[in-house]
């Protein structure tokens, strides 16, 4: 029984990597028509200046670092997948981000599968850092890789194109 | 720092779940005392001792003046009269906290030591970070400037908690970015209000929500009730009074109605602590409370299962205007006390630090859908008032994280609820449930219950639909899989009216050998719900690497069940072929065996995808195209599911690496050149067993020096196809004088180092040479034939015309059409013998006239019925889409010599049914075992015929639905002698 256990658990780890392969949509359909038309650049153009990471990621896998030690911070280490690179780092590169634990609490979660649009602070000397704005420099991806960006206050988020969203940050940028 | 202490950091900062309408936490099964199980967590006493920065916050706010900042902002709770709660400024921290003193060493980030979650004898550190850098620090690089003020001017919370559900630390930063100038304090202060709320335990709230997402546009009576422990604020409300002051009616960091009522029910004044609390009420005698539980109705619209993650919501009615209250509003989410997420037995039971999920909530069912509406104001001077009880759902965009629901997703609840109004008097008590009218209704799955240790047999569609009705439910179901297979398993979430949603159950699946004895996590899982591009869907996809019985489970993510989680559930599994091999040739029909099969599944044979030409759940119909001899994988995919089974080679097209080619025949006598050989080159390939023929192969056919193959159209080279009996064959007509080596070899275009044949021939040249093209016949006992014999006359490989060969049968009886034929210029002659009702072998001689030299014999050998045998040539197994024709069908009579030969003029009998599935269903082929559906086709016509063999042993059917039309099947024999052969084909009808 041993063999099968050790091939189902390799099965596990396919199964990952296989689902969350990206692939076209059958659904969302609002995905290329938002109505009303949502301005892209008022959104990002506010978190865009302070940022040293922005990406657009699949969590890999979620740690709790402490030492122990009465005087140690706590640290909470997420690994990313790049799936879309805009600033300071490269497509398909695995990225670590280090996040004060404290802030897990405050509802700066993460879990393995998620995909987010982070705008990131430059690591500080503690090599920590977090989103911009805290909610303003995290937006959710949903499995096509469209952006959930906010319309309307208190309507639902509207799933961007990654393209579009990356084009809207670069005009940004050029401001 | 204790052992203790240390694991109690870790529990809260990884697992610290909402409990919304109340407490932030609320002891679980896990790590806290079993006596505390279902207690929210609080400061014991009620006394907050808090213990502030000694540096300054800002040069507005020095340390005595930030202290004096703080307090006023504490005093905002800590005044709340119904709430047994206070706040102490134990004192000062050890040194002024800066990012001087929080640095990186051996790879450890270090601060000081009264600010950590260990440090209990400062148990609320608050760290004035008066040039930012503490916030960089901690946040990231810039994190403190002032545009950030709104996320990052206070910011922190609980950071410990002991098992005895009391909070051991917190912390709380200020950022001095924010206080540089008066007009930044009030926001500042309403931030920092915020974070005490959560530093004293309270939970995120919901009421008046259209405040922050404004639609309809707020009232100033809905922003004077709007809590404080809401849980985000819009972009545009900076300074925060441009959306809650109501042009300076209302204090935004003032605690509301539904704040005070919250902290009330955390830190009450009773008789028993009032005097610890002077000039405070006590807090069930200058209230009014509603409780009760919300439930699912049932079918006779009676309370059925609890419902938990509802707002709750009491509002004054006013008695000056008669209507609901914006102000007076008081809310509560069922289920606040129990475990919104216990984690399940397929994701497992910890998050993704290790922590246990069921460490904050009550296990106890009884409280799954239970909220406490105390601390109703009735208003001054009356001693009863009106209520107005309504239900919500929360948010999942503005309250995310609030309630049991808020540690994963929030779900939409089930039914409605027609607001009531509830009259309560002071000090008063009303119990009033709620029944949720026309919600989902709890029904049995139709396949009964299953658990792990009992799981139900996959349906044999690999389809179904469940629900996961109660509490902790999970669906288990088994079947066998074969190793070298992929599969998927699609699981998409659907509510009570069938719409696909992701605000219902998140449904996980996993996998585990059925031998397993229940390893949480499943070794096969999904990590999370909704791991797909498809809304509402989640999906397995697993690879099999031993055949085993499998179980397969499916559950909600969070532990949880409702009547309202339902699902739609499948299994797309392909597990074998048949037949197993297919002619390189193409148009060789498969049936594909397995589970979840659907008309619109995508099939890819060799890496090409073949169209699907029937289909039910359980079997798909291709015809394959034409490929490379290998071995090959069939790829089953769902292009709305994305799910997919990859049956990893198990197709064979052609010669597979371990089939082999056998020489048939190959030796012959010495051949004049310009002469055919008489006996063929023919080979037979074989599968590894040396048994069973491959037909479909190919054979490359080549010739040094040159021949001209008749299977080549004359030319020296080519490839053919095995027939069904896996031969291959070709006459030789010799090109030189020379010794030639005949080569066959299989499939070299797939194997570096095909296997080979050889064999050689001797081409001849003389003064004079008669060459017979006719090869040696073999012809049916009884047949009645006629066989044309054709002679080449050469001289040294130059034909000779002009001259008379003789033509004489020298043994049997037969008429020959002639004894003498001149020659023509290519010198070929040719007379044909006739045999009546054959009944003995006949020998005809041919002699080049005058001289009568040289001869050639050709022998025409008898063969009795009793030794005739068929071999399959084409067409046994085929389909043919709507608008194509049927093939003929071929079949080959021999003889029963080894190797054997071609026999002519042998009866063959054709029978053949044409039938048609009542309703005009599609007919699936299983292979060559006939058809395989449970009812029986309808016979709708018969055809019967027989041919006769031709000179190469073949003897062809029409196979046709006779003008049927639809999805028609013809099943028939061919019969020669003892030997019958069956055929099957169908033709589908558009």
Redesign the interface.
């Known amino acids: 029984?041993r063999?099968?256990?050790l091939?189902?658990?390799?099965?596990?780890l396919?199964?990952?990597l296989?689902?969350?392969t990206?692939?076209?949509?059958?659904?969302?359909p609002d995905i290329n028509t938002p109505n009303p038309p949502i301005l892209l650049r008022p959104i990002f153009q506010?978190i865009l200046r302070?940022a040293?990471k922005i990406f657009s990621g699949t969590v890999l896998?979620?740690?709790?670092q402490?030492?122990?030690?009465?005087?140690?911070?706590?640290?909470?280490n997420i690994r990313f997948r790049v799936d879309e690179a805009i600033r300071g780092v490269r497509k398909s590169e695995i990225v670590e981000v280090k996040e004060?634990?404290?802030?897990?609490?405050?509802?700066e979660r993460?879990?393995?599968?998620?995909r987010v649009l982070l705008f990131?602070?430059?690591?500080?000397?503690?090599?920590?850092?977090?989103p911009?704005?805290?909610?303003?420099g995290r937006f959710p991806v949903?499995?096509?890789g469209g952006v959930l960006l906010p319309t309307?206050?208190?309507a639902?988020?509207k799933p961007i194109e990654i393209h579009k969203v990356v084009a809207a940050i670069r005009e940004a940028e050029q401001e | 720092?204790s052992k203790l202490v240390?694991a109690t950091?870790?529990v809260?900062?990884?697992s610290?779940r909402a409990s919304a309408g109340g407490p932030a936490y609320v002891a679980g099964a896990s790590f806290f005392d079993p006596s505390t199980i279902g207690t929210p967590i609080t400061w014991p006493e009620g006394i907050v001792n808090y213990y502030t920065d000694q540096g300054d916050l800002s040069t507005l706010l020095p340390g005595a003046s930030a202290d004096t900042f703080v307090a006023s902002a504490f005093t905002m709770w800590t005044s709340v009269p119904t709430a047994a709660v206070s706040a102490v400024h134990g004192g000062q921290l050890a040194e002024n906290v800066s990012?001087s003193n929080?640095?990186?060493a051996n790879g450890?980030?270090?601060?000081?030591?009264d600010i950590?979650?260990?440090?209990t004898t400062t148990p609320v550190g608050i760290v004035y970070d008066e040039d930012g850098s503490v916030t960089?620090?901690?946040?990231?690089?810039?994190?403190s400037?002032s545009?950030?003020c709104?996320?990052?001017g206070a910011?922190?919370?609980?950071?410990n908690l002991g098992s005895n559900a009391q909070f051991q630390h917190a912390?709380i930063i200020l950022n001095g970015n924010c206080a540089q100038s008066s007009s930044q304090l009030p926001d500042l202060q309403y931030h920092l209000v915020r974070i005490i709320g959560?530093v004293l335990g309270l939970d995120w709230s919901q009421a008046n929500?259209?405040v922050?997402?404004?639609?309809p546009p707020a009232t100033a009576d809905q922003i004077a009730g709007f809590p404080v422990m809401h849980e985000?604020d819009?972009?545009?409300c900076v300074p925060v009074a441009n959306c809650y002051s109501s042009n300076g009616a209302v204090n935004p960091a003032q605690p509301k109605t539904d704040d005070q009522a919250a902290l009330s029910r955390l830190y009450p004044v009773t008789a028993q602590n009032i005097s610890s609390f002077t000039g405070k009420q006590v807090f069930s005698q200058t209230t009014a409370r509603i409780h009760g539980s919300v439930y699912f109705s049932d079918a006779n619209g009676a309370a059925a299962q609890p419902m938990q993650g509802v707002s709750v919501v009491a509002r004054l009615i006013d008695p000056s205007t008669n209507q609901p209250s914006g102000s007076v509003v008081v809310t509560s989410i069922s289920g606040f006390l129990f475990c919104g997420n216990a984690g399940n037995i397929i994701t497992g039971y910890t998050?993704?630090?290790?922590a246990n999920f069921n460490q904050f909530g009550s296990n106890d069912q009884s409280v799954e859908g239970f909220f406490d509406l105390a601390g109703l104001p009735i208003p001054a001077g009356a001693s009863n008032a009106q209520y107005q009880l309504s239900v919500e759902a929360v948010d999942p965009?503005?309250s995310?994280?609030a309630g049991p629901y808020g540690s994963t997703s929030q779900v939409e609840p089930s039914g409605s609820f027609t607001p009531i109004l509830v009259t309560v008097t002071l000090g008063g008590d009303v119990a009033e449930d709620i029944l949720m009218q026309g919600s989902a209704v709890q029904k049995s799955n139709w396949y009964g219950s299953t658990s792990y240790a009992s799981p139900g047999q996959l349906p044999t569609s690999g389809n179904w639909a469940g629900v996961m009705s109660a509490y902790g439910d999970a669906d288990f179901f088994e079947f066998p899989a074969q190793a070298n297979r992929s599969l998927s398993v699609i699981v998409n979430a659907i509510d009570e009216s069938s719409n696909?949603s992701e605000s219902k159950a998140l449904p996980v699946i996993g996998?585990?050998?059925l031998?397993?004895p229940g390893?949480s996590p499943?070794?096969?899982?999904?990590?999370?719900a909704?791991?797909?591009?498809?809304?509402g869907e989640t999906?397995?996809?697993?690879?099999?690497?031993?055949s085993?019985t499998f179980r397969v489970g499916i559950t909600d993510y969070r532990g949880d069940g409702r009547p309202d989680y339902r699902y739609n559930a499948r299994v797309l599994y392909g597990d074998n072929i048949n037949p197993a091999r297919a002619s390189a040739g193409g148009g060789t029909p498969l049936t594909i065996q397995g589970l979840g099969l659907q008309p619109n599944t995508t099939v890819q044979v060799a890496g090409v995808t073949v169209p699907v030409l029937g289909a039910s759940a359980t079997q798909l119909l291709v015809n394959t195209g034409a490929g490379t001899d290998g071995t090959y994988d069939v790829l089953l995919q769902d292009?709305?599911s994305?799910g997919q089974s990859d049956m990893s080679g198990v197709l064979t097209i052609g010669a597979g690496p371990t089939d082999t080619i056998k020489m048939i025949t190959g030796a012959n006598p010495a051949t004049a050149v310009g002469g055919q050989a008489p006996v063929p080159f023919a080979v037979q390939v074989l599968a590894a067993d040396g048994i069973t023929p491959v037909g479909g192969a190919s054979v490359q056919l080549s010739s040094s020096p040159a021949v001209a193959f008749s299977a080549c159209s004359g030319g020296s080279s080519c490839t053919v196809l095995s027939d069904q009996s896996g031969m291959a064959s070709t006459f030789m007509t010799v090109l030189s004088a020379n010794v030639m080596t005949l080569t066959a070899k299989l499939a070299p275009a797939s194997y570096s180092n095909p296997q080979q044949v050889q064999a050689t021939l001797l081409g001849t040249s003389s003064q004079l040479d008669l060459a017979l093209i006719t090869p040696p016949i073999w012809i049916a006992q009884g047949a009645t034939v006629t066989l044309p014999i054709q002679a080449r006359v050469m001289s040294n490989g130059t034909p000779v015309g002009g001259t008379a060969l003789n033509f004489q049968i020298t043994a049997g009886s037969g008429t020959l059409s002639a004894n003498s034929v001149q020659t023509a210029a290519n010198g070929n002659a040719s007379a044909s013998l006739q045999v009546n009702s054959l009944s003995a072998s006949v020998r005809v001689t041919l002699c080049v006239a005058q001289n009568n030299s040289p001869c050639q014999v050709l022998n025409a050998t008898m063969v009795q019925d009793s030794s005739l045998q068929l071999q399959p040539v084409s067409g046994m197994l085929q389909i043919a889409p709507p608008g194509q024709n049927l093939q003929p069908v071929s079949v080959r009579v021999v003889d029963s010599d080894t190797p054997s030969h071609p026999v002519l003029g042998a009866n063959v009998s054709f029978l053949a049914y044409i039938g048609r599935m009542p309703g005009n269903e599609p007919i699936v082929w299983a292979g060559g075992s006939g058809i395989s559906q449970p009812v029986m086709p309808v016979i709708l016509a018969e055809s019967q015929t027989t041919v006769q063999s031709d000179v190469n042993g073949l003897a062809n059917f029409a196979v046709s639905t006779g003008g049927i039309s639809g999805n028609a099947a013809i099943v028939g024999s061919a019969t020669a002698g003892n030997n019958s052969i069956n055929f099957e084909a169908q033709q589908l009808g558009p």
Do not use: C
């Open positions: 029984m063999a099968v256990v091939s189902v658990i390799t099965i596990a396919s199964s990952v296989i689902a969350q990206p692939q076209v949509a059958t659904r969302r506010p302070d040293g896998a979620v740690e709790h402490n030492s122990g030690s009465s005087s140690a911070l706590a640290t909470t004060w634990a404290g802030l897990w609490g405050s509802g993460y879990h393995p599968g998620e990131l602070y430059p690591p500080s000397k503690l090599g920590l850092t977090s911009v704005g805290h909610r303003a949903n499995g096509t309307n206050p208190g639902k988020p | 720092m240390f950091v870790v809260l900062l990884f610290a990012g929080i640095s990186v450890a980030i270090t601060t000081p030591a950590t979650p260990g440090a960089d620090a901690l946040l990231g690089s810039g994190a400037a545009i950030y709104a996320d990052n910011f922190g919370g609980v950071d912390l959560r929500l259209n922050v997402a404004g639609n985000y819009p972009p545009g998050d993704s630090t290790g965009l503005w995310t994280h696909l996998m585990w050998a031998a397993d390893s499943a070794p096969a899982n999904t990590p999370s909704f791991n797909t591009v498809n809304f999906r397995l996809d697993a690879q099999i690497f031993q085993t292009s709305g994305g």
